[in-house]
């Protein structure tokens, strides 16, 4: 038998939820939670493996788990509502995979003023961690650092913030 594909072009969307924040003085400024939900699909041109080209990526965790992640958060938001001072903007964006263009999209036509907004939080791959947490963007974010060391030593998870990339 012979693999064929079809090339079908759609229009995609970012999917866009917002809770608001419930202090008065601060539901004004924004945290955004996003994640992607393309995906590659197959190895090739976009792909990091180099060589494996036609290879089957499996996307459950890039970023099928990242995309679950905000919805249960958003589900989760809507049900402690009162604990959320600043609102929130839970982000599903697509083409990112193909050169951030659902992230771009948002930047341009944002739900919330970007100016208002205070902090991204981009969860991707997030279905192995193994007790271990990523993050990456500290050079554009350094004020976080105090919060990465605070979450360290008081997480009752095994929480280890890894900094500089995926080989960290």
């Given at each position: 038998?012979?693999?064929?594909?079809?090339?079908?072009?759609?229009?995609?969307?970012?999917?866009?939820?917002?809770?608001?924040?419930?202090?008065?003085?601060?539901?004004s400024?924004?945290?955004?939670?996003?994640?992607?939900?393309?995906?590659?699909?197959?190895?090739?041109?976009?792909?990091?493996?180099?060589?494996?080209?036609?290879?089957?990526?499996?996307?459950?965790?890039?970023?099928?788990?990242?995309?679950?992640?905000?919805?249960?958060?958003?589900?989760s938001?809507?049900?402690?509502?009162?604990?959320?001072?600043?609102?929130?903007?839970?982000?599903?964006?697509?083409?990112?995979?193909?050169?951030?263009?659902?992230?771009?999209?948002?930047?341009?036509?944002?739900?919330?003023?970007?100016?208002?907004?205070?902090a991204?939080?981009?969860?991707?791959?997030?279905?192995?961690?193994?007790?271990?947490?990523?993050?990456?963007?500290?050079?554009?974010?350094?004020?976080?650092?105090a919060?990465?060391?605070?979450?360290?030593?008081?997480?009752?998870?095994?929480?280890?913030?890894?900094?500089?990339?995926?080989?960290?």
């Open positions: 038998a012979v693999d064929r594909t079809t090339k079908v072009r759609k229009p995609v969307r970012n999917v866009v939820g917002l809770l608001k924040g419930s202090d008065p003085s601060l539901q400024e924004t945290v955004i939670v996003g994640a992607h939900y393309d995906h590659l699909g197959r190895s090739g041109r976009f792909s990091m493996s180099q060589g494996s080209t036609g290879q089957i990526h499996h996307g459950a965790d890039d970023n099928a788990s990242g995309t679950a992640a905000i919805i249960e958060m958003a589900k938001g809507v049900d402690a509502r009162s604990e959320f001072k600043r609102s929130v903007v839970f982000l599903a964006f697509a083409g990112e995979e193909h050169g951030l263009l659902g992230s771009s999209h948002y930047v341009n036509h944002p739900a919330r003023p970007l100016e208002n907004t205070i991204m939080i981009n969860l991707d791959m997030v279905g192995r961690t193994g007790g271990r947490v990523l993050v990456d963007g500290l050079a554009n974010a350094p004020s976080i650092e919060d990465l060391k605070a979450a360290e030593s008081s997480s009752s998870l095994k929480l280890k913030a890894l900094r500089g990339g995926p080989g960290a």
